[in-house]
């Protein structure tokens, strides 16, 4: 049977997991936008979780439906215990909560503020905000692949016939923590993309940011000619299934067969674009 | 003289509530000048209010709303603004949150469109006629083999038509612009079926395996549950993308009905 076809409904919502980069570097500024790496990031994770929570909402009088269940988990400085390390990323009512139903972070943003625009338009728009941008110390994501991992095992455990999770890593930096707890990073990527559902294995894409204005490399077929660390990022990252190569085709994308879930180099635009391809699955809608 | 009998059949996805249902089906009988009138309509799964786009588009083509439009594009894209207006002003509206609110501001609704008269069921030459937005399918059939279905689309080629009637204004015009018209002769003792596109692409599958199995089946349907059986049998099997579904029957007669059927 063909993998990756399951639709969302309330009985099989999706999982849809960012994680976040929050190191250090994270401070440099995102091209000629004027924001921060950190800034640009916590914007388009804010963006895509609205775009999730608009298309879930389907009628006056009815709340947002219980399509998926989505966890941010953000790696480097941490908010809650100071220092380095991995924690979810939400805030507020939701603070320290791992996967939280779609309807209930609907509810719960920290706050509904002017935000300027994604690209570098001089528009803004009051929106809800559930990340902030926030930067420090090194790039432990050996960690927020085995935080993230654990609870992907449990939602995938509960949820036997749904699209398997989609775990998103936003990074700009090298991994500084491999090996982490006996395992490389490649072990720990291998140990989440095991995890199953009956529609196929949890998904791993990587979006490597850049803050200089270089050439971006998009779902590529091939890890010939992306500099260090593309390739590795290229391994580590899922071949896209069928339904996204589907979704990144209608964005223009020229998707050749075998390609991965990498984005490298991505200005701010191109980063909600590639997390709105990404987190976007099976449906009849037109 | 012909008789018309129908019956309507539905499914919303799997895993979701009869409520959920965001397809539309509606029948008059014949009014001052005009046959008896069918139309399905499937509102799409990501837009907002979408369930009440699918009802007021086939309740407005069969007269429930004020005039319908006749089966000519100038007609149609006149009738269609008006649906378009009680729409957006829906007096539901006042309690929207925000999100709602912005949702039917930036992405509205919309749906795929199936309408059908009947013509001259008194007369010598009993006939529909029917315009497609979509996906949405038509089949006349007569002793268990398809004598015409509209639109023609290949079990491959659904979910990838772009047409049907959008709420918003912008792209009116040019979608209604892209329907679709056909007719066809009727006899006594055919059948129309009219189909949302996830039933109606199994159709068109299991027609090719097995014309008269298919037929007599659904000739057959006798209950809501029979049919959400087949559905639930269908979609385990693979064979049916878990969409919401519709299924109407017009069965033609030249004696009239002797009875009512109310399922319980």
């Given at each position: 049977m063909e993998k990756y076809r399951q639709s969302v409904s309330r009985s099989e919502p999706g999982c849809v997991v960012i994680l976040l980069d929050r190191s250090d570097s994270m401070k440099l500024a995102w091209?000629?936008?004027?924001?921060s790496l950190a800034e640009g990031a916590a914007l388009a994770v804010n963006n895509i979780l609205l775009d999730m929570c608009i298309k879930a909402t389907?009628?006056?009088?009815?709340?947002?439906?219980?399509y998926f269940d989505v966890g941010i988990f953000s790696y480097g400085?941490?908010?809650?215990?100071?220092?380095?390390g991995v924690e979810s990323a939400f805030g507020g009512?939701?603070?320290?909560?791992g996967l939280v139903p779609l309807p209930e972070l609907a509810e719960h943003p920290v706050a509904v503020r002017e935000e300027p625009s994604i690209?570098?338009?001089p528009v803004s728009a009051r929106m809800p905000v559930w990340v902030d941008p926030v930067h420090g110390y090194r790039t432990p994501m050996c960690q927020a692949i085995a935080v993230a991992g654990a609870h992907v095992f449990d939602w995938a455990a509960a949820h036997p016939d749904s699209f398997p999770p989609i775990v998103v890593n936003i990074t700009d930096g090298m991994v500084t923590?491999?090996?982490?707890d006996g395992a490389t990073l490649e072990d720990w990527v291998r140990r989440l993309t095991s995890i199953e559902t009956n529609d196929g294995a949890t998904l791993f894409f990587n979006v490597f940011l850049s803050p200089f204005e270089v050439t971006e490399i998009v779902f590529?077929?091939?890890?010939?000619?992306?500099?260090?660390?593309g390739p590795d990022l290229f391994a580590l990252s899922s071949p896209l299934p069928p339904p996204m190569v589907d979704n990144a085709r209608v964005d223009g994308y020229d998707v050749r067969p075998g390609a991965r879930g990498l984005a490298f180099n991505v200005g701010r635009s191109t980063l909600l674009r590639v997390l709105q391809i990404g987190t976007r699955v099976p449906d009849r809608a037109r | 003289m012909l008789h018309t009998r129908q019956v309507v059949f539905y499914a919303p996805k799997?895993?979701?509530?009869?409520?959920?249902?965001e397809d539309g089906a509606a029948a008059a009988p014949a009014q001052a000048g005009r046959g008896p009138r069918f139309a399905v309509a499937d509102g799409a799964?990501?837009?907002?209010g979408s369930a009440r786009w699918a009802q007021q588009l086939v309740a407005g083509f069969v007269g429930d709303q004020g005039a319908p439009p006749d089966l000519a594009v100038d007609a149609l894209h006149h009738w269609a603004s008006d649906v378009q207006e009680r729409w957006r002003d829906?007096?539901?509206?006042?309690?929207?949150?925000d999100l709602q609110r912005l949702k039917q501001a930036t992405v509205g609704s919309f749906a795929t469109f199936l309408g059908c008269e009947l013509r001259d069921?008194?007369?010598?030459r009993p006939r529909w006629a029917a315009v497609a937005l979509g996906d949405a399918v038509l089949f006349h059939v007569r002793e268990h083999r398809?004598?015409?279905?509209?639109?023609?689309?290949?079990?491959?080629?659904?979910?990838?038509?772009?047409d049907g009637v959008p709420?918003?204004?912008?792209?009116l015009a040019e979608l209604i612009g892209r329907a679709r018209f056909a007719d066809g002769d009727l006899a006594d003792g055919d059948l129309l079926y009219l189909a949302t596109d996830a039933f109606a692409q199994w159709v068109t599958v299991a027609d090719r395996r097995d014309p008269r199995a298919l037929w007599s089946t659904l000739a057959g349907l006798d209950h809501p549950e029979a049919f959400r059986g087949l559905v639930r049998g269908r979609r385990a099997a693979g064979e049916m993308v878990n969409d919401d579904v519709t299924l109407m029957r017009v069965r033609l007669e030249r004696s009239p009905a002797t009875h009512l059927v109310v399922c319980l």
């Open positions: 091209g000629r936008t004027g924001a389907t009628e006056v009088n009815a709340p947002v439906r219980h400085a941490r908010l809650t215990d100071p220092g380095e009512a939701l603070a320290g909560r690209d570098v338009m923590d491999s090996p982490y590529p077929s091939d890890p010939t000619g992306l500099p260090a660390p | 799997r895993g979701n509530a009869d409520a959920e249902w799964t990501q837009g907002f829906d007096p539901r509206l006042s309690g929207a949150t069921l008194t007369g010598p398809v004598v015409a279905q509209f639109p023609r689309i290949a079990p491959e080629e659904f979910g990838s038509n772009p709420t918003g204004a912008a792209a």
